[in-house]
T-cell receptor, first 112, second 114 residues
């Protein structure tokens, strides 16, 4: 089955810095790569996703890049703010199957 | 729309007790699933359903039972609670369709088994 590795497990940055979280996946058939943000005491919520026919996608301060050859994808957050502090999960799933496999999560801490 | 709702928010059980975690969604999603979240382990799939009357096992199904009699509801049953089942449980739903789609998560149930 699919295996998703996520690094780092904890990331501490100063407000205004950039943050990068990286994930690798094992199944070359995977073609949908979402990122979820989980705030304290809440359920995860989708913040951005990318499909395999696209190499990069941006939404304001958030961007995701995908390298299908190397089987890795990354989340980039620019100009971080304290409200970006949360746990971030990457996931991968493949066509015909809705079942995503999640990474273990990254706890992002943005210091004011 | 209320989205995905879960009850209860918190629960304490004694070893050997049984209980049902409730999950409901009002978005007419075909797919529903249950995850458990433990520190450092991410989200692990327990059971999932691709439609009413259809369920299947995920990565960690032992000790849990599910059924899906309606599109809206997907309860998770703990048959005989064990301390290893202490966790936060999330229910999620999504549209069907190829290639994967956004999952909508409920607020979670925090379960402690003594």
């Amino acid at each position: 089955g699919e295996n998703v590795e996520q690094h780092p497990s904890t990331l501490s940055v100063q407000e205004g810095d950039s943050a990068v979280i990286k994930c690798t996946y094992s199944d070359s058939a995977s073609n949908y790569f979402p990122w979820y943000k989980q705030e304290l005491g809440k359920g995860p919520q989708l913040i951005i996703d990318i499909r395999s026919n696209v190499g990069e996608k941006k939404d304001q301060r958030i961007a995701v890049t995908l390298n299908k050859t190397a089987k890795h994808f990354s989340l980039h957050i620019t100009e971080t703010q304290p409200e970006d502090s949360a746990v971030y999960f990457c996931a991968a799933s493949k066509g015909g199957s809705y079942i995503p496999t999640f990474g273990r999560g990254t706890s992002l801490i943005v210091h004011p | 729309n209320a989205g995905v709702t879960q009850t209860p928010k918190f629960q304490v059980l004694k070893t050997g007790q049984s209980m049902t975690l409730q999950c409901a969604q009002d978005m007419n999603h075909e797919y529903m699933s249950w995850y458990r979240q433990d520190p450092g382990m991410g989200l692990r799939l327990i059971h999932y359903s691709v439609g009413a009357g259809i369920t299947d096992q995920g990565e960690v199904p032992n000790g849990y039972n599910v059924s899906r009699s309606t599109t809206e509801d997907f309860p998770l049953r703990l048959l005989s609670a064990a301390p290893s089942q202490t966790s936060v449980y999330f229910c999620a739903s999504s549209y069907s369709g190829p290639g994967g789609n956004e999952q909508f998560f409920g607020p979670g149930t925090r379960l402690t088994v003594l």
